[in-house]
């Protein structure tokens, strides 16, 4: 079983401390749509978008409770990455455990998908700590833990 791995937790307890903190992170090169979702990009409660890049193979969609295992990477609106496993192990983590964003946007996935999602800023660190605005992330889901 990989790691435990999860940037969010560590995150949200940063900020919410009032700390600061540096971190130095490998920048994987942007898509092309970052800074808008194009307009065959799904969109849930009208918060988040997303478009499947490549679709899985699982017929199950995580729950709130499940832990997952994924891979990953983060970019600001500007192509700015601020976080990724690229070149690392995947994260495994609790949908309950990471911004809104993701919560919602996994329990859209099935294992073996990889979607990309337009994250605003309220369903992710809420204007609390950078990055600060709407982040797009590519999300694999490799599994699921019940």
Do not use: C
């Not at 808008?36 to 709130?64: D, L």
């Not at 809104?100 to 990889?114: I, N, R, S």
């Not at 979607?115 to 950078?130: D, H, K, N, T, V």
Request: hydrophobic share 35%; glycine share 8%.
């Amino acid at each position: 079983m990989p790691p435990m791995r999860s940037p969010f937790i560590l995150a949200m307890i940063v900020s919410l401390a009032g700390v600061a903190s540096a971190q130095s992170t490998k920048q994987v090169p942007p898509p092309a749509n970052l800074k808008t979702p194009p307009a065959t990009a799904a969109k849930k409660t009208f918060t988040i978008q997303s478009v499947v890049i490549k679709p899985g193979t699982g017929k199950v969609h995580p729950k709130v409770t499940d832990m997952v295992t994924v891979n990953y990477t983060g970019w600001t609106t500007d192509g700015k990455t601020f976080d990724t496993t690229s070149g690392g192990e995947p994260a495994t983590l609790g949908l309950n455990e990471v911004i809104t964003g993701w919560t919602e946007g996994l329990q859209l996935m099935v294992e073996g998908e990889t979607r990309r999602f337009w994250i605003p800023e309220q369903l992710a660190y809420r204007g609390r700590r950078e990055p600060y605005g709407t982040l797009v992330f590519d999300i694999e889901l490799i599994s699921i833990k019940k």
